[in-house]
């Protein structure tokens, strides 16, 4: 075996002991230890914030983008905002051990579905160091221990991050092996984690979930062997309805566009129904936010000096101050084109006219569809589940902002009283 092989199997073996205490531990234990996370990160804001200005010079140096140099970077306050999120993690319901349903049989067998911890959670995830600490609080209280591999140019604030958050855990007995941090940035980690589906005899990891660019997600979900939790794309789409009123519309367009152009929820392409009064106006207002606005040939003719979009617009994450734009005839034109196109991320519609909204709300296959809001809320803070691990797009186990609930599963729990089949 390679030394990344080796080295995965040792940690999966122990995440697996982890795990298997986790599952059993009380909430109240659960709650204390990442309580104690929580200060524990704030105790180390000094290390945490030397060791992130080290992976800043080393990542300006290699001429990281500014978005990426963003993601990276830490201050004080983004600090106590990862401890604050550890904590509000601790005061969530405990998903596990909750019932899902039951049923009595007519021959008297009573049955259960429980919720259960999923086992050993693998996080592959690029820049953001804050991912190391929402994950792994996450994880623990879901009752399932983590395997985290963070991205090179995040290293050493990502060891700092897991240094003070697994003292926490351990200070309230919660073991090490619960939130482990790959220790190496050889990329052959990651292919042996994405590989570790037990058929080698180590012990397997359950769960894949890739946080970061199209190219780490693409490499996961075409080289794993093991199961895939993620979404590749948020091309996301407003369509601003002939009904629409145009003081929302704007508001609405400009901060899903522009109030972080870098983040999976940002829309990417705005779609304006043909019967919308003032077309100009919107765009106008975007410009006016600092975004490039790419128009297709109807929007061009009423909004002259634009840069015509091409083919490839209508199919591309810009994670930029750039957007498509362009006419449609009403809501069967914005459906047809949403489902040409979307990623099946999130697409929000703003319109006063309910039948409309409903219309859209109920045919657009997405994870997440909002009316008269902000693509923006595509988070799971904003949807009140704390933290989040990621978005989820596809449409097994789970969709959308994936939080504790998305990090457990379930088994059914029979209660028989004597009962044979015969």
């Known amino acids: 075996m390679t030394d990344a092989t080796t080295l995965l199997a040792t940690m999966t073996d122990r995440a697996r002991g982890a795990a298997r205490l986790l599952a059993t531990l009380p909430t109240a234990v659960k709650a204390r230890g990442l309580l104690a996370a929580a200060q524990a990160l704030r105790d180390a804001a000094p290390v945490i914030l030397e060791a992130n200005a080290s992976d800043m010079a080393k990542a300006?140096?290699?001429?990281?983008?500014?978005?990426?140099?963003?993601?990276?970077?830490?201050?004080?306050?983004?600090?106590?905002?990862?401890?604050?999120?550890?904590?509000?993690?601790?005061?969530?319901?405990?998903?596990?051990?909750?019932?899902?349903?039951?049923?009595?049989?007519?021959?008297?067998?009573?049955?259960?579905?429980?919720?259960?911890?999923?086992?050993v959670i693998g996080i592959i995830y690029e820049s953001r160091p804050n991912v190391t600490a929402d994950a792994a609080a996450l994880a623990v209280m879901a009752g399932n221990a983590v395997i985290l591999r963070g991205g090179s140019e995040a290293i050493e604030s990502n060891r700092a991050i897991q240094t003070a958050l697994v003292a926490g855990l351990v200070a309230e007995g919660i073991p090490a092996d619960a939130a482990q941090l790959v220790p190496t940035t050889d990329r052959a980690a990651v292919g042996a984690m994405l590989t570790a589906d037990g058929s080698s005899g180590a012990a397997a990891?359950?769960?894949?979930?890739?946080?970061?660019?199209?190219?780490?997600?693409?490499?996961?979900?075409?080289?794993?062997?093991?199961?895939?939790?993620?979404?590749?794309?948020?091309?996301?789409?407003?369509?601003?309805?002939?009904?629409?009123?145009?003081?929302?519309?704007?508001?609405?367009?400009?901060?899903a566009k522009m109030r972080r152009t870098g983040v999976c929820g940002a829309m990417e392409t705005l779609l304006i129904d043909r019967a919308y009064p003032d077309p100009a106006g919107l765009v106008a207002a975007l410009s006016a936010a600092g975004c490039e606005v790419r128009g297709g040939p109807g929007l061009r003719a009423l909004v002259p000096g634009l840069t015509p979009?091409?083919?490839?617009?209508?199919?591309?994450?810009?994670?930029?101050?750039?957007?498509?734009?362009?006419?449609?005839?009403?809501?069967?034109?914005?459906?047809?084109?949403?489902?040409?196109?979307?990623?099946?991320?999130?697409?929000?519609?703003?319109?006063?006219?309910?039948?409309?909204?409903?219309?859209?709300?109920?045919?657009?296959?997405?994870?997440?569809?909002?009316?008269?809001?902000?693509?923006?809320?595509?988070?799971?803070?904003?949807?009140?589940?704390?933290?989040?691990?990621?978005?989820?797009?596809?449409?097994?186990?789970?969709?959308?902002?994936?939080?504790?609930?998305?990090?457990?599963?379930?088994?059914?729990?029979?209660?028989g009283s004597g009962q044979v089949r015969g």
């Open 60 to 119: 300006t140096a290699a001429g990281l983008s500014g978005a990426m140099l963003d993601r990276l970077k830490l201050d004080t306050a983004r600090v106590a905002s990862m401890a604050d999120g550890v904590a509000a993690v601790a005061a969530l319901a405990d998903p596990v051990g909750a019932v899902i349903d039951e049923s009595v049989r007519p021959n008297g067998l009573r049955l259960r579905r429980v919720r259960v911890p999923i086992g």
């Open 205 to 255: 990891i359950d769960l894949i979930v890739p946080r970061g660019g199209k190219g780490l997600v693409a490499r996961v979900q075409a080289e794993a062997r093991v199961p895939v939790l993620a979404h590749l794309d948020g091309i996301n789409h407003i369509y601003v309805d002939g009904s629409a009123d145009p003081a929302m519309a704007k508001a609405i367009v400009v901060d």
């Open 309 to 415: 979009t091409t083919d490839a617009d209508w199919d591309t994450e810009y994670l930029d101050a750039i957007a498509s734009a362009g006419l449609v005839d009403g809501i069967d034109g914005a459906l047809r084109f949403i489902a040409a196109h979307s990623s099946h991320h999130t697409d929000a519609i703003v319109t006063a006219d309910e039948a409309v909204a409903t219309r859209f709300l109920a045919e657009v296959d997405s994870a997440i569809v909002l009316w008269n809001a902000s693509t923006q809320f595509a988070d799971g803070g904003e949807f009140g589940l704390g933290a989040e691990i990621g978005i989820a797009t596809g449409r097994l186990h789970a969709r959308g902002p994936v939080a504790l609930e998305g990090l457990t599963t379930y088994k059914w729990v029979g209660y």
